[in-house]
């Protein structure tokens, strides 16, 4: 729990000092206060072995087998950091996914461990906005502004997670608008194969 409490402190820091927004401030603040508060939480369900970029295209499934992908993202930490990626990804490109497999966890696993896939996805995302905050002042043009879209729609995505709601459809509907329009043909390419959405 100390690591994931260090590893988002340093988050929060690199954040906020390339997109110190009121927003931002504000919803790093509560993360930061949420992960403390339950440090004990994330303790008790730590010391698995995990996957930290547990998302569909680092699966590949032959016949009835399934093998994983990006080794070097294995790690013995918290049971849902994994999970709480998956759902992450899910709440661009399957948010039905999202809902069931959140719910999944709240009836068969109960409420503590429903927190604790709360606790980890508020630090995974800690992990996903401190790189696009500092991919920031690297880019330019369509890409720059698809990086300030990007940060902002975590930053909101953040905030439904704190508060236990679901993103607005809306919100999402216009960021998926938005990213399709301002990506580059070489992207939108290299991402076909992996997404549905």
């Known amino acids: 729990a100390k690591e994931y409490l260090k590893n988002f402190k340093g988050f929060q820091r690199s954040i906020l000092s390339r ?18 508060n339950n440090e004990a939480i994330i303790e008790k369900y730590s010391d ?30 918290n049971k849902y950091e994994d999970w709480a990626r998956l759902l992450n990804y899910m709440v661009i490109y399957n948010p039905a996914l999202e809902n069931k497999l959140k719910k999944y966890i709240l009836n068969n696993r109960g409420e503590d461990e429903y927190f604790d896939l709360r606790l980890m996805r508020i630090y995974k995302i800690g992990y996903l906005l401190q790189f696009y905050t500092r991919s920031l002042s690297k880019t330019a043009l369509d890409l720059h502004t698809l990086t300030s879209c990007r940060i902002e729609f975590w930053e909101e995505v953040l905030t439904c997670i704190i508060h236990d709601k679901e993103l607005d459809k809306k919100i999402l509907k216009v960021y998926i608008q938005n990213r399709d329009n301002l990506r580059s043909a070489e992207e939108k390419k290299r991402q076909r194969e992996f997404t549905v959405a």
């Open 48 to 77: 698995y072995l995990v996957h930290a970029d547990f998302i569909p295209h680092n699966f590949r499934i032959s016949g009835n087998s399934m093998y994983m992908l990006d080794y070097v993202a294995f790690h013995f930490g």
């Open 19 to 36: 997109y110190n927004t009121p927003g931002m401030e504000e919803v790093m603040k509560k993360s930061w206060q949420i992960l403390k």
